[in-house]
């Protein structure tokens, strides 16, 4: 994103978001036509979560060069790629340090000035990894369960490992059972949840549309997934002739996260940020190695490395969230034990209770003793 023009809205955009004059919290009302969320705990005033997830970009590819990060300096990308979507399945990702593996380039705070305001102002984790070191069934599954049983995205033509629908317990059905809601917002033919079994054809997937009438009832549910529609998610172009994606796409986010700072439920939110997967661009950190792939596939799949997946971003837009960069090791399924946690849910028994795992809850990204900052200063030139 580049020019005076676009850096004027830019700055508009952040001014409303966090205007200079702090207002006192406003409690949030209750959902439109139901009864009033139950507080979360005396453990934290979050009350709802809120994971946006887009896609296919890894930590240096877009904050590689962010001061105080553990970033690696790269040539700077075009938008969109002019190679159209790299592959990035597990078997891209085990040549990934080949001569024409990932691919080394990067965007820079020019390019997405929104997202690098945000994590000026709140969180930016850089000690952040996929879950599954593939593409993107895999990696969305683990932030709606915990687990994936497949190593790519489901095919027919992957007989090597299951196919849809899968029987996992889920951290939905885990709220459903606890009497809270949630709400999938997605374009329903993109939506992962289609392959769970007990979620598909649950009502509360719904259209990613809704997501800002819900804000506007000042409505969200106590764990949202929040999907971009087509466009906007920040995915590579799949054929040459597209325009821009990264642009339209932080747009789309910025504009989610406009709606619901503006709201009275900023003060009991959170806003989780992250990138499903790798998108076959270059991260200079190793992700380790705790669980190998049991099943077939392709040569070199079996035994090869499963758990984890590259870094990406992931950035924590909460008035308690703590401002910097923070290095502690987090994933995928670290945002379902922040869920787990937060509202006193049971362990679903998958990845979130793994002896291997290294990943924890995300806590450390709070400080719930502080007053919720809803109205910190514009962010300062880097």
């Known amino acids: 994103m580049r020019g005076e023009g676009l850096a004027e809205v830019i700055q508009g955009i952040l001014e409303v978001i966090m205007p200079k004059k702090p207002a006192p919290p406003k409690k949030?009302?209750?959902?439109?036509?139901?009864?009033p969320h139950p507080v979360a705990g005396a453990r934290s005033p979050i009350q709802h979560v809120v994971i946006i997830v887009k896609e296919n970009?890894?930590?240096?590819?877009?904050?590689?060069?962010?001061?105080?990060?553990?970033?690696?300096?790269?040539?700077?990308?075009?938008?969109?790629l002019a190679q159209g979507d790299p592959p990035h399945d597990h078997g891209a990702w085990l040549k990934r340090n080949d001569p024409n593996g990932a691919v080394r380039l990067q965007y820079t705070?020019?390019?997405?000035?929104a997202y690098w305001a945000y994590a000026q102002q709140y969180t930016l984790c850089d000690n952040y990894f996929t879950e599954v070191a593939s593409q993107s069934e895999p990696n969305h599954l683990v932030?709606?369960?915990a687990q994936s049983p497949i190593i790519d995205n489901a095919s027919p033509h992957r007989t090597f490992q299951p196919q849809p629908p899968y029987r996992l317990t889920s951290l939905p059905a885990a709220?459903?059972?606890?009497?809270?809601?949630?709400?999938?917002?997605?374009?329903?033919?993109?939506?992962?949840f289609r392959d769970i079994a007990g979620l598909a054809h649950d009502p509360s997937n719904v259209s990613s549309g809704q997501f800002d009438t819900d804000v506007a009832k000042g409505f969200l549910p106590t764990v949202s997934w929040l999907y971009a529609p087509g466009g906007k998610s920040e995915h590579p172009p799949f054929s040459s002739g597209s325009g821009p994606v990264v642009k339209p796409g932080l747009q789309w986010t910025v504009d989610r996260v406009s709606h619901v700072a503006a709201s009275p439920l900023w003060a009991s939110t959170v806003v989780f940020i992250t990138w499903d997967d790798w998108?076959?661009?270059?991260d200079h950190v190793d992700p380790p190695n705790v669980a190998r792939w049991t099943g077939g596939g392709p040569a070199g799949y079996a035994g090869s490395q499963f758990r984890y997946g590259p870094r990406v971003p992931c950035l924590v837009v909460?008035?308690?969230?703590?401002?910097?960069?923070?290095?502690?090791f987090h994933s995928h399924v670290s945002l379902v034990k922040f869920c787990l946690r937060n509202f006193s849910l049971p362990p679903l028994g998958a990845l979130d209770a793994s002896a291997v795992g290294k990943s924890d809850d995300m806590w450390d990204c709070f400080d719930f003793t502080a007053p919720p900052r809803l109205a910190p200063p514009s962010p300062k030139p880097a």
């Open 318 to 328: 909460s008035p308690y969230a703590r401002r910097g960069v923070n290095s502690t």
């Open 279 to 282: 998108g076959g661009w270059f």
């Open 175 to 192: 709220l459903a059972a606890a009497g809270r809601d949630w709400r999938d917002y997605a374009d329903q033919k993109a939506s992962y």
């Open 57 to 80: 970009h890894t930590f240096d590819n877009y904050f590689g060069t962010f001061p105080g990060a553990n970033g690696a300096a790269l040539a700077h990308a075009s938008d969109p």
């Open 109 to 113: 705070r020019d390019d997405i000035p």
């Open 28 to 35: 949030p009302g209750p959902p439109t036509g139901g009864k």
């Open 143 to 145: 932030l709606i369960a």
